[in-house]
């Protein structure tokens, strides 16, 4: 059975960091794109990062590059995404998702809230 398991979120100050993690299992996440969403209160589902574990290409959406990294530890089947420089608009529940073979994200975790105190 295929599960996602979000977690590391929390409450932090403006400026802050924290790292979120995606442990999976039912499948190896070295052979799927596996990515990271938000969704802040009030607003739409937003693509935040992504990364192609076949050939380790990453994306990110304009509003975090520069600031969030994400990556893969095929040891524990886990993606990461470490969050820096945190603003207020970072404030949302994070989801990790796996991208089918179709191209659409098929499974999805529970979410992680995080909160930006400014």
């Known amino acids: 059975e295929v599960q996602l398991q979000a977690s590391g979120g929390g409450l932090v100050q403006a400026g802050g960091s924290l790292r979120l993690s995606c442990a999976a299992s039912?499948?190896?996440?070295?052979?799927?794109?596996l990515g990271w969403f938000r969704q802040a209160p009030g607003k739409g589902r937003e693509g935040v990062s992504c990364?192609?574990?076949?050939?380790?290409?990453?994306y990110y959406a304009d509003s975090v590059r520069g600031r969030f990294t994400i990556s893969s530890d095929n040891a524990w089947n886990t993606v990461y995404l470490q969050m820096n420089s945190l603003k207020s608009d970072d404030t949302a529940v994070y989801y990790c998702?796996?991208?089918?073979?179709?191209?659409?994200?098929?499974?999805w975790g529970q979410g992680t809230l995080v909160t930006v105190s400014s």
């Open positions: 998702a796996k991208q089918g073979n179709n191209g659409s994200f098929d499974y």
């Open positions: 039912g499948f190896t996440v070295d052979d799927y794109t």
């Open positions: 990364i192609s574990n076949s050939d380790g290409t990453t």
